[in-house]
């Protein structure tokens, strides 16, 4: 199946500090990602899509100076908080799109990541 | 803009009861809808999905339906477990995927 990893799995840093977090596709190609945001008890909200080669595409509201996103190659997107803060603390999860993945009676070419923990003290 | 949407935040039901979450969606352009479960801590896990040019979809123990005139989703689960405790999202594609509110099921032994 297609696996998507993110790491690390929970980080906890300092106010004003720049936290990176790693999202792999680890058995496939992944010309798109995507990152989103979740804070307790709500939904999953899309920060941006990440192009691999191009800039990332940011939601409305979504600072690109704050949030760096980068996707260097087919398999990994990274996405920097910059100078952290109490209120970014939130569960981040990315997900990869293999075009043409999709099989075992899903059309689904969406896959996501398990999701990373930033507490900002 | 454009949403996504649950009628039921909460759902309660006895184990071997069948569940049935609702979703509602407002953009008439979302071709490909999807259904998810997550677990507390860990990253949304795929249950079901469906195209735009169906209305029914059945999987194992999971039935997704889709009313493209009232946009309207909705994902039964028959014969609910416990372990079938989480928060369901529905998701629907236009050029990206968006989620809903989420729906917490909790199953009573």
């Known amino acids: 199946g297609a696996v998507v990893s993110q790491h690390p799995s929970r980080v906890i840093c300092k106010s004003g500090t720049s936290v990176k977090i790693e999202c792999r596709s680890l058995d496939f190609q992944a010309t798109t990602m995507f990152w989103y945001r979740q804070f307790p008890k709500q939904s999953l909200m899309l920060m941006a899509t990440?192009?691999?080669?191009?800039?990332?595409?940011?939601e409305q509201g979504v600072e690109k100076d704050k949030f760096l996103i980068n996707h260097a190659s087919l398999t990994l997107s990274t996405l920097t908080v910059t100078s952290a803060h109490p209120e970014d603390s939130s569960f981040y999860i990315c997900?990869?799109?293999?075009?043409?993945?999709?099989?075992?009676?899903?059309?689904?070419?969406?896959?996501f990541g398990p999701g990373t923990r930033l507490t900002v003290l | 803009g454009e949403s996504v949407g649950l009628h039921l935040p909460t759902l309660s039901v006895q184990e071997g009861d069948n569940s049935i979450i609702n979703c509602a969606y407002s953009?008439?352009?979302?071709?490909?809808f999807i259904w998810y479960k997550q677990e507390s801590g860990k990253g949304p896990q795929f249950i079901i999905d469906?195209?735009?040019?169906?209305d029914k979809r059945q999987g194992q123990r999971v039935t997704v339906l889709l009313n493209k005139t009232v946009k309207h989703l909705s994902l039964q689960i028959a014969a609910t477990q416990p372990g079938d405790s989480a928060v369901y999202f529905c998701?629907?594609?236009?050029?990206?995927?968006?989620f809903g509110a989420g729906t917490r099921l909790t199953v009573k032994p």
């Open positions: 997900s990869a799109r293999d075009l043409g993945k999709a099989g075992g009676g899903s059309y689904n070419e969406q896959f």
């Open positions: 998701a629907e594609m236009a050029h990206d995927m968006r």
């Open positions: 990440s192009n691999e080669g191009s800039k990332a595409t940011y």
């Open positions: 953009n008439s352009a979302s071709d490909y």
């Open positions: 469906i195209r735009s040019n169906m």
